[in-house]
């Protein structure tokens, strides 16, 4: 597995590489084991290791792989989220048998995933062989000789609860001045990532200020296992002071109680099953007293701890390598056995109908080029940015937009999301009048800003963004900027009387409310917003005519899109009703007679009584028909909408009424609209957007769990 686009330098062993966030990465390893004949799939399971909603796009594999499937469970929820719930059903429905490591893991499946008994099997973590020895022929090396070595291991974060064995050194320290505490192990990446080595900072001048600093050794490596073995030989007490209850499984407790150590740990439930019966020292958690007097119950009673030791060691016999491999090969025969009396679908039922369809490689050289240092430019002569035209807000926030869908969907070479991000981000920023709370819209070239405010349209638009950032940018000064820049700029859309502005801003909210469910101004503004798109719809609406307004223009489907979030997560029964019954007009409207999709035109629109334009054709009415049709799907389940929404995509691709394509795959850029005899040859910011956007929407409906509840609810 791979968490990063140029990967790692494997041994040769290694055949096959999966990309983190690359959803096709994981259907291309399906195909790889296929053809590879493998006869089992060994798979071991852990929400974080995989992309996609709680680690959901290695459903993609399973789904496809033809062999029997064993999945080892390393985290095992007892409460779940929705999004973890269904990723984890789907696992044991595509796994032919389950592994856990302690009985506890085996209760949680069957009392909470109703996981036959028949199914699961126990096999705990492997350890390495390392002989019961003398520590002190390893103390030398390390240079402790003469002292009790306390030892925590494995990748250093908060939840460890390292801090709690420093605040008790003082008092292991008053009455065994021997004693030494080595912390072994490198910060965990991600932490290094976000927070630098604050944490382990952290923990040195607590040892510092507790005056136990000559009794503290930090070794910041991630050690081979051969220099693994010689630090535990050397262990006299290993101790796991974590601080969750619900830790199903601990390799570094497994490595150290079965080569024989006297372990004082917190009662996480792997601890609980390992040292019961005398074979350890449990403690309570977030207690420096309580792990004191765990480590001096040892040190007080030098026989107690060899008879600890001695009962461990005897069990860990039967965690050695050589007993869990055996375990497992008799799991893959089981799983091999009920394969053979239920065999999966043959490569002959992977036809059109029951596999996806491919969707172009997104290429984003054309947004690229279209962005300096400033933000994006609104208009390209042909496939060339026109500096002539400025920018604007608009288009700025739907780029923004567009780099946080990317990053959740993974970054690929060359694309450098988060300094897009920043740029567009940046620009929005500028534009927003702190003193009216009002978003201004058009800059010029020269960077001035051509009018006091913008739009009501274009302010929601950045309302939109700035709440897409604050739900799901993965930046934290991003996500600071836009709570700072949506809440400035909230109430000032309950003075606005455009309904495209109220569905706007309801798409933002219901964006903000991923991070903050209970925000009281979001939740209020969102109720009266689509209270006032309900009464515009009972105001306009006739059986002939089901719509907002008296006339449909652009960007229609974001009505439909905004009542169906509304009615979905308020909840409220009419919004949807609405949210449905308009879109399936605005769908019977824009098809023609062959079943291809035709937005209403920019030339004329149309209005109650007339006649549709049909042209100029543009591309943000397709963008917005797939986001809308794809909610639609999430809201209800029914496939219908699903398949409109690629017929919709295919519009960009050339299944509409010209059979051109808008899209240029050679530059990444879209064309800026469908006339009566031609593609508009210039590929300005807001088509060329309107197709990344269609795209991600797409890659991201494909996901597995792409329906799973958003996490705040």
Known sequence: MND???????????????????????????????????????????????????????????????????????????DPNPAQRKVMMELVRRSDRMVVMARKGAEILREVYQVPEAKVDIIPHGIPDIPFADTSIYKAQFGVEGRMVLLTFGLLGPGKGIEHVIEALPEIVRRHPSVVYLVLGATHPHLVAREGESYRLSLERLADDRGVKENVIFYNRFVSLDDLKEFISATD?????????????????AYVFGAGKAVVS??????????????????????????????????????????????????????????????????????????RAAPRAAFAGWTLASRRSELPPRRLDHIMRMTDSTGIFQHATFNVPNYHEGYCTDDNARAFILCNLLHELGEAPGE???????????????????????????????????????????????????????????????????VQLFQRSLQTVLTFTSPRSWAFALLGIHEYLRRDPTHPDSNGTRIVLTQRLITSWNDCATENWPWFEASATYDNARFCQA????????????????????????????????????????????????????????????????????????????EVWSREAKRVFEWFLGRNDLGLPLYDSSTGGCSDGLHPDRVNDNQGAESSLAFHLALAEMNYAERPIADALHPHL
């Open 4 to 78: 990063r686009v140029e990967g790692y330098k494997y041994p040769p062993r290694v055949r096959f590489e999966v990309l983190e966030k690359d959803l096709d990465s994981y259907r291309r390893a399906a195909d790889f084991l296929n053809f590879s004949n493998a006869d089992v799939l060994c798979v071991q399971h852990e929400f974080g290791i995989f992309g996609g909603p709680a680690g959901s796009d290695l459903l993609a594999l399973l789904k496809e792989v033809r062999m029997p499937v064993v999945t080892t469970l390393h985290t095992v929820l007892r």
């Open 237 to 253: 007490i290993y101790l796991t002071p974590y601080l969750n209850e619900s830790q199903i499984t601990s390799g570094t407790l």
């Open 266 to 339: 917190t009662p996480y439930w792997h601890a609980q099953e390992l040292l019961a019966e005398g074979r350890g020292v449990l403690v309570p958690f977030r207690d420096p007293q309580g792990i004191a007097d765990g480590v001096c119950e040892f040190l007080d009673s030098p026989a107690k701890m060899e008879q600890t030791r001695h009962e461990a060691y005897r069990m860990g016999r039967e965690m050695i390598w050589p007993a869990v491999a055996q375990r497992y090969l008799e799991s893959f025969r089981h799983a091999r056995a009920d394969r």
């Open 416 to 482: 450098n999301l988060d300094q897009l991000a920043t740029s567009y981000l940046a620009f929005l920023a500028a534009a927003l009048n702190y003193d009216t709370g009002r978003f201004r819209n058009f800059m010029s070239h020269g960077r001035q800003w051509l009018e006091a405010a913008g739009s009501e349209d274009s302010h929601a638009r950045a309302l939109w963004a700035a709440g897409t950032g604050a739900g799901r940018s993965h930046n934290t000064g991003h996500q600071r900027l836009c």
């Open 563 to 638: 009542l169906l979030l509304s009615g979905r997560w308020m909840p409220d029964g009419e919004a949807m009703e609405i949210g449905l019954k308009s879109l399936r007009w605005l769908v019977s409207i824009q098809k023609t007679q062959a079943g291809n999709f035709r937005p209403i035109g920019s030339d004329g629109f149309y209005q109650r009584g007339g006649a549709r334009a049909d042209f100029d054709q543009q591309p943000v009415e397709a963008q917005a028909m797939v986001s809308a049709c794809l909610e639609a799907f999430r809201a209800t389940d029914d």
